[in-house]
């Protein structure tokens, strides 16, 4: 028996909102599919040169009554980062709450629009722990 791993599906309330946050992580749009007699939008987005991990963000043109919820019970998306901290600062300075900082160097959490976990995990052996990470508490949960 042979397996592939094809993508992660999300389902998202706001389209353009979901995409801006996912582009601000690196991610961008490698594939994209409008279905209009399910009157949905499915967008592939991936790492650059990673087009064969994306992440399908699923938006229902009629709204989901359902979004956003926690979504813990989904898990999470992790991604590896040449740079946890200058990623953190990236993401902070552009609106994104810093759910678990990087306080050990290696590893934080962030939420999408959505409320979609998303695991951040530093290339490589931890960075030096550093401000203003060392001294952020963590918020909401992740």
């Given amino acids: 028996m042979t397996i592939r791993y094809l993508h992660t599906m999300v389902r998202v309330k706001d389209l353009e909102a979901s995409m801006a946050f ?15 007699g399910g009157r949905f939008t499915l967008v ?18 009629d709204g989901d009554e359902g979004l956003p919820s926690d979504s813990r019970h ?28 990087p306080r050990d160097g290696r590893m934080a959490f962030v939420r999408s629009p959505d409320n979609i976990s998303v695991e951040l995990l530093q290339k490589g052996a931890a960075l030096e722990p550093a401000e203003p990470w060392v001294s952020m508490a963590s918020v909401g949960h992740w």
């Fill in 74 to 101: 989904f898990g999470h998306l992790a991604y590896e980062v040449d740079d946890i901290h200058a990623t953190c600062a990236h993401l902070m300075a552009n609106g994104v709450v810093i759910n678990r900082p």
């Fill in 22 to 36: 996912y582009r601000l992580l690196g991610l961008e749009e490698v594939r994209r599919y409008d279905n209009e």
């Fill in 44 to 61: 592939f987005m991936a790492p650059p040169g990673q087009e064969e991990c994306p992440v399908e963000l699923t938006y229902n043109w």
